[in-house]
């Protein structure tokens, strides 16, 4: 009766929260109140199996003695200096100036540091990087960006047009929500497998997934046909206005050529979609013979006809060799936009203050690295090489040892940091994974973690062709431990396998 009459005079949300009252409860903000949004969010990077492999972890270190292993082999997230990569010297140096200026006057550093720290102190707020900036950034910091720009692509770049992030998945995630639309849902076409931010961020702001898959079968391209029907099946639920392109490409570590690029640039241009390209990865390249071509460059060759396509580019300090995914930094660079639209993307970044002064120093150090003739050019050369070169032998390592098992198939890792093999997975297994509430291969994850200590993703994760199941693993573990994750998994693949068919 008193449900009855509440729901009669009561909006749906006033009503709950006075029956919560009413019964006594005293959480306002709960699952059941909270944005549906977010509870519908998921981050397969950090899900169930990393979750189960931080337990472990503890576990172990607490003495526990009942696993076949005495750690666990994180291979599950592309952070670099936690998995052992050292920090490059010529960066650390300079941000320690940059913190403790008073350190220049000591005598400490190579000269091209102070100088390179003095640079970007002087265009902060009394110079120091305890200021806000710009919502922008540091303006010397955005030349530089658009110097290095200019020099990469060949083609003039304007700094007003850059942005100074806090990673590349925040100045992402800002894109995205410029499109959402109270009246009408939004759409992004999304690579299918893909990097879980995206959909994450999609069902933050109740928007709709476009799934374009990727061609496994030639290298994990982008076919212009297939682009053809996941607009027009998207359209039928939504309105497509973005699309989303992972250059080199995670989880699936393939590089894109120019003609394909050049084809996707074109689809958009005649769908009307604007193009954002991830390509944080561009200094990870290994394919003999290859080099990472950025959508800038190949938009500029393509003439007048695109001289208004919209274009939003994407890079960070979190990978390529430097690897400080903690001190969250990075830019974007906006092309094709008009300077109303600039003004409310300046608004929309004003709301936020600015990124991390940090994060924008090391990112001058990204773009800005010590030049021939300086101080530390020779040992940065020699470490950036030294990072770069382990990269290259572990994605050859891990393309041949996971082909080597029976049932298991893996594209070569031509850039980024991660491979993304196929699994034949016996369909016996199902019962099991469903009694634990999981998808075939999470469950075939799980079991990977408890009985070899590896700590991968699912493919499911990542979303991926219904009826096939693949894992991702990153390649950045020391050499020998990729080693052992290879020898490990040879043998529980191995193992599974007769489990679930004898």
């Known amino acids: 009766m008193f449900r009855l009459a509440v729901q009669e005079v009561l909006p749906r949300d006033l009503c709950f929260r006075t029956m919560a009252r009413a019964v006594g409860r005293t959480k306002l903000l709960n699952v059941e109140t909270m944005n549906p949004n977010v509870r519908v969010m998921e981050y397969a990077v950090r899900g169930k199996v990393p979750l189960e492999a931080m337990k472990i972890k503890q576990e172990l270190e607490q003495g526990s003695t009942k696993y076949p292993f005495k750690k666990i082999l994180f291979a599950n997230i592309g952070d670099c200096h936690a998995m052992g990569q050292k920090p490059i010297t010529f960066v650390r140096q300079v941000l320690a100036a940059g913190v403790l200026s008073e350190l220049m006057s000591k005598d400490l550093f190579p000269s091209d540091v102070t100088e390179r720290a003095r640079t970007v102190l002087q265009s902060a707020g009394g110079q120091s990087l305890g200021s806000y900036t710009d919502s922008r950034g540091l303006h010397v910091v955005r030349k530089h960006v658009a110097e290095f720009l200019e020099k990469r692509d060949g083609y003039p770049a304007d700094m007003e047009s850059i942005y100074l992030i806090n990673g590349a998945s925040e100045g992402i995630k800002q894109i995205m929500k410029l499109a959402i639309q109270r009246d009408r849902k939004v759409g992004f076409l999304l690579p299918i497998p893909q990097y879980p931010l995206y959909t994450a961020c999609i069902a933050e702001n109740n928007a709709d997934v476009v799934p374009y898959y990727l061609d496994e079968a030639n290298n994990w391209a982008i076919s ?17 206005a973005m699309m989303i392109c992972i250059n080199p490409g995670n989880p699936t570590g393939q590089l894109l050529n120019e003609e394909n690029m050049r084809e996707i640039i074109q689809f958009c241009h005649k769908e009307q979609l604007v193009l954002l390209a991830d390509e944080v990865y561009q200094e990870n390249v290994y394919k003999e013979g290859a080099k990472f071509v ?36 990075g830019y974007m660079e906006l092309i094709g936009f008009d300077s109303a639209m600039m003004a409310q993307i300046y608004k929309m970044s004003s ?18 690295p010590p030049r021939p ?41 031509q850039g ?42 699912p493919g499911s994760g990542f979303r991926q062709i219904p009826g096939t199941w693949h894992f991702r693993t990153t390649i950045l573990p020391p050499e020998d431990d990729i080693k052992s994750l290879l020898q490990r998994f040879a043998q529980f693949h191995t193992n599974f396998v007769q489990r679930y068919t004898s």
């Open 351 to 368: 709301a936020m203050l600015c990124s991390t002064s940090a994060g924008q120093m090391v990112t001058d150090v990204l773009v800005n």
């Open 373 to 413: 003739g300086e101080a530390s050019h020779e040992t940065f050369q020699k470490e950036r090489g030294a990072v770069l070169s382990a990269l290259r032998r572990k994605a050859k390592l891990v393309t041949e040892g996971f082909n080597a098992v029976p049932g298991v198939h893996c594209n070569e890792v």
């Open 294 to 329: 950025s959508f800038k460059k190949v938009l500029r060759s393509m003439g007048e006809e695109y001289e208004h396509f919209q274009l939003v580019s994407f890079n960070s300090i979190s990978k390529g060799y430097l690897g400080e995914c903690g001190l969250r930094g």
């Open 224 to 240: 212009v046909d297939t682009l053809r029907k996941s607009i027009e099946e998207g359209r039928k639920h939504c309105e497509p």
């Open 416 to 457: 980024a940091m991660y491979a993304f093999p196929r699994i034949n997975i016996p369909e016996a297994a199902r019962a099991d994974a469903e009694a634990n509430n999981m998808q075939l291969d999470e469950y075939y994850c799980l079991m990977f973690l408890r009985e070899t200590g590896v700590c991968v993703v």
